[in-house]
């Protein structure tokens, strides 16, 4: 279903979200103080507004109150990020995202009214650490402490080999999903045969998918 989003914020995080909503069919008012970045990402969104998003002035001229989502993306700024959700749930938008660098901002930004809070840097350095210490894990996210879903590349020695075979419900794994491809399969059965270049989509607990790498061959 088609949504209007305002994405305040137009740093790494929130042009990447502009760009994405707007892949996906939505349509994006961009809003930040820069006017190079708001020059930038114009053409690319439905409309783009150079404006102090933390003033309840401005964003009730720019009709946020219409809006049901919004994604607070605002960098290096905590105070005006803070000032910007207050704002937002103030004039009565249900869906707000806000961006967190601390735990400390993370909190404050839920009590002033963020439905979510995302820590867009944490949850990277957590993707990367997963992946440097499994060469064969390509994405990571974590769901609870000391538990994760990941995009396993199957290593070479699998290749052939039936997920029967492989028993990963027996090291305590789910597979939720095969990726052949383009193609997804969802809950494969036990008879599916692994090809070159699958990636396999695993949950569990963090020391039960580190060991997969050891357990390749």
Known sequence: MKESVIVIGLGR????????LMALGH?????????????????????????????AEVLEALGAADFRHAIVAISG?????IFAT????????ANIVSK??????????????????????REMG????HAFAA????????????????????PEPWV???LGELDLGGRGLTLIALRHGTGLVVSPDAGTTIGAGDELVLIGADDRLAALEPAGA
């Open 77 to 81: 700024d905590a105070q005006s990020s």
């Open 135 to 154: 060469p064969h894990v390509v994405d990571y996210l974590d769901v609870a402490p000391g538990f994760g879903i990941v995009r396993f590349a199957v």
């Open 27 to 55: 349509e994006v008012l961009a809003v930040d103080r820069d006017e190079t970045r708001v020059n930038d990402i114009a053409p690319h969104v439905t409309s783009a507004v150079q404006a102090d998003a933390s003033d």
């Open 13 to 20: 995080f929130g042009t990447a979200a502009a760009h994405e």
């Open 100 to 121: 967190a660098g601390t735990s400390l901002h993370g909190a404050i930004l839920e009590q002033v009214g963020a439905t979510r809070v995302v820590y867009p840097e």
């Open 126 to 129: 957590a993707q990367i650490a």
């Open 160 to 162: 052939g080999r039936t």
């Open 86 to 93: 207050m704002v937002l749930r103030t004039l009565g938008v």
